[in-house]
């Protein structure tokens, strides 16, 4: 018996956002106009959750889900974008760049499944931004506490690269979705040099006032940008904790500890 492709929206998936009816996007317009029509930040995430809109990103996040993993044979695979997720009101944004193959592509969840993921909440709860010290798969009791999570591609890409032109199909989303948050925000952490470059023209896109020319991405570099709404917030880069980082040192738990200790201090949490 072939394994499914993906997960049919509004089939029991835990904290599927999506239902049957919800609309989907099938090429780069579409994606503007749905994320534009978005009546709400629910209804913006249910709509990421089920677009169709990248050819090569659709066939290589289900031809996963099909072929999947040794280690995961047994368990049933999201295989669709993965939606921003966290608090509705936060006052820090955590920017990726994508999903993980056998990460979010398979739990559902935003930095959910992969090592990366395991550093990541792991200093979130350290230092009290999240509920649990790990994030197995959606409904697993996991929240953010006071922040919350997207990527710049909402699909698991080919070696972990999408391409520019995926980057800008996939742009309103996030661009959407920052400026839903932006009354709340107070500090935006980008994950990666990728994730630094990918959230420019979203924030821009959104609305905020950005510095000229960007300034180069470093971990612990930090920047004031003007929100939409004429607030001072901070933006901070942070070192990917893949596993070429942490396996190197390159990424310490200290260092992502001090990150979001500093994220937390200038959101005035």
Not at 51 to 66: F, H, I, K, T
Request: proline fraction near 10%; charge should be positive; charged fraction near 20%.
């Amino acid at each position: 018996m072939t394994n499914p492709r993906f997960v049919p929206p509004g089939t029991g998936w835990p904290e599927d956002p999506a239902a049957p009816a919800t609309p989907v996007a099938h090429d780069p317009q579409e994606v503007v106009d749905l994320a534009r029509a978005a009546p709400d930040l629910a209804d913006l995430c249910a709509r990421q959750s089920v677009c169709r809109a990248c050819d090569r990103l659709v066939e290589w996040r289900e031809r996963v889900a099909v072929e999947r993993r040794r280690a995961f044979a047994g368990e049933d695979y999201w295989g669709r974008p993965v939606a921003g997720w966290g608090d509705p009101q936060p006052k820090i944004m955590i920017v990726g760049l994508a999903p993980a193959a056998h990460g979010g592509n398979r739990t559902g969840r935003i930095f959910t499944g992969d090592r990366s993921g395991d550093w990541l909440f792991a200093s979130l709860h350290r230092v009290g931004l999240a509920a649990q010290p790990t994030s197995v798969r959606a409904g697993d009791g996991q929240r953010l506490i006071g922040a919350r999570m997207a990527a710049a591609v909402r699909c698991a890409p080919p070696a972990n690269k999408p391409t520019p032109a995926e980057r800008t199909t996939c742009l309103p989303w996030l661009a959407r979705e920052i400026a839903d948050v932006s009354p709340y925000v107070r500090c935006v952490v980008t994950l990666g040099g990728f994730a630094w470059q990918a959230a420019w023209p979203a924030l821009k896109q959104a609305g905020y006032e950005l510095p000229r020319p960007r300034p180069p991405f470093g971990h612990a570099a930090e920047l004031e940008i003007t929100s939409p709404a004429g607030e001072k917030v901070t933006m901070l880069g942070c070192y990917h904790p893949s596993q070429q980082n942490t396996f190197t040192g390159r990424v310490t738990e200290r260092m992502l500890d001090d990150l979001f200790t500093t994220a937390k201090a200038r959101a005035d949490m």
